[in-house]
C-alpha cells in the first residue's frame, strides 16, 4: 500500500491545478468580453470621426494639405511601437510578438535606418533590455482592458518625437485578434498619417459567442455611416485648423483600437493556454487513476496470496 499514496498525492495535484486552469480560462474568457465591450463602446467616437473627415475631404484634398502629421520626410531613424504583454502563461503571444519585432529591426538596420523601440509590456522589455537594445520608453502595468487615456499617453509621446524629429517615422507592431486559437503579429504604420485613410469606412468587430458550450469569436464586417455635407454648410474655421486638431485624435483612436485587439489576442491566447492545460490534466488524472486502480488490484491480490500461504502453513 506503501505504493499507492504517492499516486494519490499525485491525483490530488492535478485535480487542484486543473481547478486553477480552469478558473483562469474563465477569467481570461470573462476579459475577452469586456474588451469587446469596450471596442463597441468607442465605436460612436470612431464613427464620428470618420464623418467629419468624409466632410472635409469634400473640401479639401487631403493629399495636398501641408500639416507637420501628413509630412513625408526622408526616414533616418524609425520609431517601432511593439505592443506585447506583461504576463505570461498565454501560449506562444508573446514570443511571437517579439519574434516579429526582430525580424524588422533586421529589415529597417539592413537599409541602413535606426530605430528606438517603444516597448508595451513587461515581457517585451524584459527581452530587449537583456539585449541593450535601443530603448527610448517602456510602458508596463497597463491595464488589460486597455482605456483612451493609455492610447493618449502613448499618442502625445510618439507625436512629440516624430514633431522634433527624433524619429521621422512610426511603426506599430501589435498582434491582430483573429479567433480564439488564431492571431498574427502584424506592422501598420503610424506616422506620419496617411490622408488617403483618414475618411476609411471599413472596419471590423469581433463578437464572443457560445456555441454548444464552446468559446467561439466572429469576425464581421462593418461601414461607418457617413454622408455628404450639405451644399450651403459654413466652416467657422478653416477646414485646415480643424483637420490639425482633429489628427491626434484620429491617431489616439488607432491606438486604442490596436490595444484593444493586441488585449484580446492575448486572452484568448490565456484561454486557448488554459484550456489545453485543463484537458491535459483530466487526461494525466485518467492515467494516473489506471495506474492507482491497476496498483491498488495488486496490492489485494498480493495480500490475498499471502493470507492463503499463511492458511496452507498452518
Known amino acids: 500500500m506503501a505504493k499507492l499514496k504517492p499516486i494519490r498525492d499525485r491525483i490530488?495535484?492535478?485535480k487542484n491545478t486543473r481547478k486553477i486552469t480552469e478558473a483562469m480560462r474563465l477569467v481570461a474568457a470573462a476579459r475577452v468580453r469586456r474588451a469587446q465591450e469596450q471596442v463597441m463602446a468607442t465605436r460612436p467616437f470612431a464613427n464620428r470621426l470618420a464623418q467629419v473627415f468624409y466632410r472635409l475631404q469634400t473640401r479639401?484634398?487631403?493629399?495636398?494639405?501641408?500639416?507637420?502629421l501628413l509630412k513625408q520626410r526622408p526616414v533616418a531613424t524609425v520609431g517601432l511601437l511593439v505592443v506585447a504583454g506583461d504576463r505570461g502563461l498565454c501560449g506562444p503571444y508573446n514570443a511571437n510578438v517579439i519574434k516579429r519585432t526582430e525580424e524588422r529591426v533586421g529589415e529597417l538596420?539592413?537599409?541602413?535606418?535606426?530605430?528606438?523601440?517603444?516597448?508595451?509590456?513587461?515581457?517585451?522589455?524584459?527581452?530587449?533590455?537583456?539585449?541593450?537594445?535601443?530603448i527610448a520608453k517602456t510602458y508596463v502595468n497597463l491595464p488589460q482592458i486597455p482605456t483612451a487615456a493609455e492610447a493618449a499617453q502613448i499618442g502625445d509621446e510618439l507625436l512629440s518625437a516624430f514633431l522634433s524629429e527624433k524619429v521621422d517615422k512610426v511603426e506599430l507592431i501589435y498582434t491582430r485578434f483573429v479567433s480564439l486559437i488564431s492571431s498574427r503579429p502584424v506592422v501598420q504604420s503610424l506616422l506620419p498619417l496617411d490622408p488617403t485613410r483618414l475618411a476609411a469606412r471599413d472596419d471590423e468587430i469581433f463578437n464572443l459567442l457560445v456555441r454548444g458550450g464552446e468559446f467561439t469569436v466572429e469576425r464581421s464586417k462593418i461601414v461607418a455611416p457617413v454622408s455628404a455635407p450639405p451644399p450651403d454648410m459654413i466652416?467657422?474655421?478653416?477646414?485646415?485648423?480643424?483637420?490639425?486638431?482633429?489628427?491626434?485624435?484620429?491617431?489616439?483612436n488607432q491606438l486604442l483600437r490596436a490595444?484593444?485587439?493586441?488585449?484580446?489576442?492575448?486572452?484568448?491566447?490565456?484561454?486557448?493556454?488554459?484550456?489545453n492545460a485543463s484537458d491535459n490534466a483530466t487526461e494525466l488524472i485518467r492515467t494516473l487513476t489506471l495506474d492507482y486502480n491497476k496498483a491498488?488490484?495488486?496490492?489485494?491480490?498480493?495480500?490475498?496470496?499471502?493470507?492463503?500461504?499463511?492458511?496452507e502453513a498452518l
Open 109 to 134: 538596420q539592413e537599409t541602413g535606418q535606426q530605430v528606438q523601440l517603444y516597448l508595451v509590456g513587461r515581457k517585451a522589455v524584459q527581452y530587449f533590455q537583456r539585449r541593450s537594445a535601443p
Open 296 to 311: 491498488r488490484q495488486a496490492a489485494i491480490t498480493q495480500e490475498i496470496l499471502e493470507v492463503v500461504a499463511g492458511a
Open 60 to 68: 479639401l484634398r487631403l493629399e495636398n494639405v501641408e500639416l507637420p
Open 12 to 14: 490530488k495535484a492535478v
Open 259 to 275: 490595444l484593444q485587439e493586441a488585449a484580446a489576442s492575448e486572452l484568448a491566447a490565456r484561454m486557448t493556454a488554459m484550456s
Open 235 to 252: 466652416f467657422e474655421q478653416d477646414p485646415v485648423q480643424i483637420l490639425d486638431a482633429l489628427l491626434p485624435l484620429y491617431l489616439n
